[in-house]
């Protein structure tokens, strides 16, 4: 796969979506497409995955600033 950024290959993956979504694709391209769609989709949650590592969070402990790994699941703000 070329070298994309996060936003052009959402980009991508959405219009293949919409292509698939339309039904118009005859059976071949229809497979083509998903192939790249799946492979599209593993490249963005890999990125997501990579940006979540490197997002910490300074907290105050024991009035001591802390960094430690971001966890949504901890702040409430769980994403689907």
Same mark, same amino acid.
């Given at each position: 796969m070329e070298e994309l950024n996060f936003e052009a290959a959402m980009e991508?993956?959405?219009?293949?979506?919409?292509?698939?979504?339309g039904g118009d694709a005859p059976l071949e391209q229809a497979i083509d497409l998903f192939q790249e769609g799946m492979r599209? /989709?593993?490249?963005?949650?890999? #990125?997501l995955q990579q940006?979540?590592? #490197?997002?910490?969070?300074l907290t105050e402990q024991n009035g001591e600033l802390k960094r430690q790994p971001? /966890?949504?699941? @901890? @702040?409430?703000g769980v994403i689907d």
């Open positions: 991508k993956l959405e219009l293949i979506v919409s292509q698939l979504e599209l /989709s593993k490249f963005c949650s890999e #990125k940006v979540e590592r #490197k997002i910490e969070m971001f /966890s949504p699941e @901890e @702040e409430g």
